[in-house]
Protein backbone atom coordinates (compact mmCIF):
# COMPACT_ATOMS: atom_id res chain seq x y z
CA UNK A 1 0.00 0.00 0.00
CA UNK A 2 1.15 3.63 -0.87
CA UNK A 3 2.01 5.92 1.87
CA UNK A 4 -0.34 8.41 2.63
CA UNK A 5 -0.39 12.14 1.29
CA UNK A 6 0.70 14.80 3.57
CA UNK A 7 -1.88 16.64 5.03
CA UNK A 8 -3.21 19.46 3.27
CA UNK A 9 -3.05 23.34 4.65
CA UNK A 10 -6.68 23.03 5.65
CA UNK A 11 -6.19 20.37 8.12
CA UNK A 12 -2.51 21.29 9.14
CA UNK A 13 -4.25 25.04 9.93
CA UNK A 14 -6.95 22.90 11.92
CA UNK A 15 -4.41 20.40 14.31
CA UNK A 16 -2.34 23.76 15.16
CA UNK A 17 -5.49 25.42 16.19
CA UNK A 18 -6.35 22.23 18.13
CA UNK A 19 -2.73 22.64 19.89
CA UNK A 20 -3.31 26.02 20.38
CA UNK A 21 -6.72 25.68 22.92
CA UNK A 22 -4.92 22.37 24.33
CA UNK A 23 -2.02 24.87 25.07
CA UNK A 24 -4.41 27.68 26.02
CA UNK A 25 -6.69 25.36 28.37
CA UNK A 26 -3.85 23.78 30.37
CA UNK A 27 -2.39 27.04 30.95
CA UNK A 28 -5.56 28.33 32.33
CA UNK A 29 -6.00 25.25 34.24
CA UNK A 30 -2.22 25.77 35.63
CA UNK A 31 -0.93 22.71 34.77
CA UNK A 32 2.29 21.71 33.41
CA UNK A 33 2.87 19.84 30.12
CA UNK A 34 4.48 17.51 32.31
CA UNK A 35 1.62 17.16 34.39
CA UNK A 36 -0.95 16.72 31.88
CA UNK A 37 1.29 14.17 29.68
CA UNK A 38 1.63 12.35 32.85
CA UNK A 39 -2.15 12.10 33.69
CA UNK A 40 -2.65 11.65 29.95
CA UNK A 41 -0.24 8.52 29.45
CA UNK A 42 1.97 10.31 27.14
CA UNK A 43 5.25 11.68 27.12
CA UNK A 44 5.79 14.89 27.19
CA UNK A 45 7.68 15.45 24.34
CA UNK A 46 4.55 14.09 22.44
CA UNK A 47 2.01 16.42 24.39
CA UNK A 48 4.75 19.33 23.20
CA UNK A 49 4.31 18.04 19.07
CA UNK A 50 0.38 18.33 19.64
CA UNK A 51 0.26 21.41 21.25
CA UNK A 52 2.73 23.29 18.49
CA UNK A 53 0.77 21.17 15.86
CA UNK A 54 3.37 18.88 14.86
CA UNK A 55 1.94 15.23 16.24
CA UNK A 56 -1.41 14.13 15.05
CA UNK A 57 -3.14 12.55 18.63
CA UNK A 58 -5.52 9.78 18.24
CA UNK A 59 -9.25 10.29 19.52
CA UNK A 60 -8.31 8.08 22.39
CA UNK A 61 -5.10 10.66 23.26
CA UNK A 62 -7.23 13.49 22.84
CA UNK A 63 -10.23 12.30 24.97
CA UNK A 64 -7.11 11.54 27.77
CA UNK A 65 -5.81 15.10 27.59
CA UNK A 66 -8.91 16.97 28.07
CA UNK A 67 -9.57 14.49 31.27
CA UNK A 68 -6.54 15.37 32.24
CA UNK A 69 -6.93 19.22 32.12
CA UNK A 70 -10.68 19.04 33.15
CA UNK A 71 -11.99 20.32 29.89
CA UNK A 72 -14.80 18.83 27.23
CA UNK A 73 -12.90 17.38 24.44
CA UNK A 74 -15.66 19.62 21.83
CA UNK A 75 -13.99 22.58 23.50
CA UNK A 76 -10.52 21.25 22.28
CA UNK A 77 -11.54 19.82 18.86
CA UNK A 78 -14.41 22.95 18.21
CA UNK A 79 -14.44 24.88 14.86
Known amino acids: MPPAPPPDDRVLA ?11 ARLHANLTQETVAL ?4 S ?8 YGHGSPLLDTLIRIADAIGVPLADLVRE
Open 39 to 42: TAGI
Open 14 to 24: ARRAVGDRIRA
Open 44 to 51: RHSLNRIE
